[in-house]
Each structure stands twice: as C-alpha cells, then as structure tokens.
C-alpha cells in the first residue's frame, strides 16, 4: 500500500486521487440553512441552449453533481475517505467533503466552501466548473459568472460593456465589444433594437442610466440589446470604432427638436457589414440637414429574374441581399430613414420604384442590379446615371421600350429607356457626382469595369426626382465573378462601398454655404 504523504496542513493525499481528513478533523458535512434559493444559469452548447438550476446557499451558489454528470459526462462517487470522485475522461478530480480544496490530477485548486448536501444530492459551488472541470477540458469550457453563462465548444460570445453621458445635444452611449462582432441597429416601435452577430452576449449594461431619451435597456436572448425610447426622442446616429479585437460602438442618442426621426424599418434586416477605419465618416452629430431618406431599388424580382449566371444565380436574389445590408448598414451608420423598394421577391413595375421614391420624398436614389454580357469573359463592376451625352446609340432609342444597349466587351443589354424631358434631368450634376463617388469608393474594394462610369437614360431612373444612380455590382455571366456574388465577403465589400459613398456625398452636400466641388475619380467621364 502506498504510504500517504503530507501536502497541505490539515489534509493528506494517497496516490493524487483521495483527500482524507487530518486526524481529529471532524467528518460531518455542514449543516443544510433552511430554504435555500433557487436561481438558473444557462449552458450554451452549438446545439442551443439548457438552463443549469443553481441552488443559493448562505449567499453562495451551488449546483448539483447530478446535472454536472449530466451536462459534462462525469461519473460520481462518494470515496469513504471523505472525498468526491470525479472522472471526466481520463481526468480525476477529487473534492474535499470538509474544505474548499479540490485535486485536479493532482494539482491542488481552491473552491469558495466544500461541497453540501442536499437530501440525497450533494451541491458543489459553482465555481468548481471554472477552476475544476474547465481546465484541459474538451471541448472547451467557459465561464461567464457576469452573465451566468457556461459556454461549452467554439461559440461567439462576445463581453458588451456600457456607459452612457450626457453631450449638448442628447445622450451618447458607448458600448465597448469583445471580440468585435458585426451589429444592426434599427428603430422600431419606441425602441432601438441593437442586434449582435453572436451566439449570446455577455453583457453589462449597469452603465447606462436612465434619463428622458433613455428609459431602459436589457438584453433579450440570444444576442439583441434593447433600449426603451423616450418621449423626446427624435433620431439617433451610430458611429464604430475598431482597436485590435476590440468594437467601440457609438450611439448618439437626439431629442426630436435635433434632427430628423428615424421611421421604423419596414423589416428586420441582416447583420450589418464591417467597416473599415478608412471608411469613417463625418463626426457624430452633425447639424441635420440634407439627406434624411434614402431609397435603395433591388432591381427586378417576382417574375422578372433579372440576369442569369453559369450556375443558375438569379440577379433578383443577390441584389436583393445586398440591398438589405445596405439599408442596415446606413440605418446604423447615419440614422436616418432607408426604404426598399421591395422587400421580397415581389415584381414591381419600373415606373412604380421612381414614383415610390417621389412619394417618399426621398433625397436619394440607388438602383442595384448585377451585368450580364454574352462574352463570359467580361467582369467587373460599373456605374450608372442619367445624362444627356450619348452611349452608343442610346439617345436614339431613347423612346422605345425594350431597347438594347450594348454591353462593354460584346453583346447588348436589354434595357427599358424614356425620352430626357423627365424629373431626373434637374439633377444630373448631383447624380454625376454621386456616380463618382460611389465609382471612387468601390474602385478601392472591388474590380472595376475598363468603363467604371457609364451614362443612358435607363428608366427606372429618369423618373426619379432626387440624385440617383444605378449600379451594376459585376458581370454574373462570368463564373468567377457569379462566384464572388454569392459569397457574404464579397457582398460586404460592395455594400461597405456603397455605405461609404454615401456617408462621403452626404457629408459634402450638407456643408452649409460650401461650393460642392467634384469629386476626382480615376475614371474619366465619357461624356
């Protein structure tokens, strides 16, 4: 037999894997409070989610061996030296009865109290999951006491800290991310509702205090953030900020009298794509003025398929998915009002998109379409606006319905055309510019067409009566590039592009009394 060795005044250990008592040492466990209380943590596995129950004892939380066997595999035993016996795998673990002393394969760890008994159940404190069962384990194990997690596997479950401080114009909350993950924030009923890409949040939000543009703020499982609006609320604007794996995300929070309201989105949108430093844009809070509703016009849909490529990819469902992004991404960028001209895959009449933009009294216009050529070897991306110069012999069959323009590197487009005499002639300058600015913007992201910028009077833009533009994000005719369009980095790129655009056209229209100057872009007009 092997001769026991003294390792800790008070307990002795035999081969690593029994704790007895010293001699004189009282055997008894502690006596059991009357009443304990019962509260629940949550165990987060890629399979969803269980509660844990936890028992309170004298202040102190407990959980059961029999729901640790169940949640991690473990089998029990009570040793008659005066230990638990835990084996987890090829580990043992043995837990003193009398002292907050557990042997981990033989290296000693301390627990807050030794374990209880409950009836027939022992309770162990919790934190014997952290300093215990979590070391070495596999998969992994992790502890979030904030928030009373156990996040068991590879799971996106970044640590949210808030603050909030009140600024000259309304309230500004800080929320600090960690790791960064990509969020959405949209405006509805009441509420902005600040969505994580995460598999659950492991948030504090103790920092942000209520006052009259913020009433309250929870979190709502698995990875949303609530915050109840005030009465005088009006608008908000959100801002980013990356340091390393660190998100710093900025809401500014403005009564009604400081800008314009933000109208509730008319659906959830997706996560919002994230941004670059390069792509920060004009400061916080900026005096409103100018651009406060922006329509995006995923082209065709419902019937009309748009373009077709190699591997069957539908025009109307890639461009539909970047325009929800890019709604999302402006609403949480700037703050300000972003519809869609549809929602789903719906058909909606040319005509119908410009005048829904009119009645909206939008102050800009963004069609998104994706190329096709019979060549399918053409790529990249292009832009499009309204102008009187020609294109081939666009403004000659500028009155026919249905006409073909032809596309760079062979074939022609399908396209339906109006005669000029219409409302978007009185903004060409505007549109100009922005089909620069966006044409600059993606030239940094993505590969362009040799004719970056293009102009013809296509009809769904004619008729709109703000600065508009129509983008072809790339040829889907082509394999590889109806590759990239299918991917979501590909997609993030474009639509962080187009967010940075119009954060910049913004920013240059709203500059009070300044001469908007154009803006340079490496590919001449062909006008």
């Known amino acids: 037999m092997t001769r ?40 987060l596995t890629t399979g969803g989610s269980q509660p844990l129950p936890v028992t309170v004892v004298n202040g102190r939380e407990y959980v059961s061996a029999a729901d640790l066997s169940g949640l991690f595999g473990l089998v029990v035993k009570e040793d008659r030296a005066g230990g638990l016996v835990i084996s987890m795998g090829t580990r ?6 009398t002292q907050g002393l557990a042997s981990v394969d033989g290296r000693v760890v301390s627990l807050p109290a030794p374990p209880t008994r409950q009836g027939a159940t022992w309770l162990l404190p919790v934190e014997v999951i952290e300093r215990a069962l ?14 009373s997690l156990v996040i068991l596997g590879s799971l996106s479950v970044p640590a949210v800290t808030a603050r909030s401080e009140a600024v000259p114009n309304g309230t500004r909350l800080t929320f600090t991310v960690t790791p960064a993950v990509q969020q959405t924030i949209v405006n509805e009923n009441g509420r902005l509702v600040v969505r994580f890409a995460a598999d659950a949040l492991d948030a504090d939000l103790s920092g942000l205090a209520p006052g009259p543009l913020l009433t309250s703020a929870r979190v709502l499982p698995p990875s949303t953030v609530e915050l109840a609006l005030g009465t005088p609320f009006g608008s908000y604007r959100a801002a980013e900020q990356r340091e390393g794996a660190t998100l710093r995300l900025t809401i500014d929070l403005l009564a009604a009298t400081q800008g314009p309201a933000v109208t509730s989105p008319e659906q959830t949108a997706p996560a919002a794509p994230a941004e670059s430093q ?27 398929n748009g373009a077709r490529g190699p591997s069957g990819t539908l025009e109307k469902h890639v461009v539909l998915s970047m325009a929800r992004q890019l709604k999302a991404a402006i609403e949480a960028r700037l703050g300000i009002r972003v519809l869609l001209t549809r929602s789903g895959d719906e058909t909606v009449p040319l005509d119908s998109r410009a005048a829904f ?52 590197g062979g074939g022609e487009r399908s396209v339906d055309l109006i005669l000029w005499e219409m409302a978007q002639a009185q903004h060409l300058n505007e549109s100009a510019r922005l089909a620069r600015i966006v044409e600059g913007e993606m030239r940094q992201r993505v590969p362009m067409s040799p004719r970056a910028i293009q ?14 533009v129509l983008v072809e994000t790339g040829f889907i005719t082509n394999p590889t590039e109806e590759k ?25 229209s709203e500059r009070v009394g300044a001469p908007l100057a154009p803006v340079q872009s490496s590919q001449q007009d062909p006008r």
């Open 357 to 408: 933009a009119n009645n909206n009294k939008a102050d800009l216009f963004i069609s998104i379409h994706a190329n096709a050529s019979v060549r399918s070897s053409v790529t990249g991306a292009e832009v499009f606006y309204v102008t009187l110069g020609e294109y081939g012999n666009a403004r000659a069959s500028a009155a026919e319905p249905g006409a073909l323009l032809p596309t760079f």
């Open 4 to 43: 026991p060795r003294r390792w800790l005044p008070g307990l002795l250990l035999a081969g690593a894997t029994l704790l007895v008592p010293a001699a004189g040492a009282r055997t008894t466990t502690q006596a059991q409070p009357p009443a304990p209380a019962r509260r629940v943590w949550t165990v």
């Open 134 to 147: 979590a070391p070495g384990a596999s998969p992994r194990i992790d502890v979030r006491r904030r928030s």
């Open 92 to 97: 043992t673990i043995v837990v003193s009865l």
């Open 455 to 468: 102009q013809a009077p296509f009809r769904v833009l004619v008729g709109a009566n703000m600065p508009a």
């Open 278 to 304: 390069a792509d920060a844009g004009p400061p916080l809070l900026p005096e409103a003025t100018g651009l406060r509703t922006i329509v995006i016009d995923p082209g065709h849909g419902g019937s009309e």
């Open 484 to 508: 990239r369009l299918n991917t979501p980095e590909y997609q993030a790129q474009l639509v962080n592009a187009m967010l940075a655009a119009v954060v910049r056209f913004k920013a240059t």
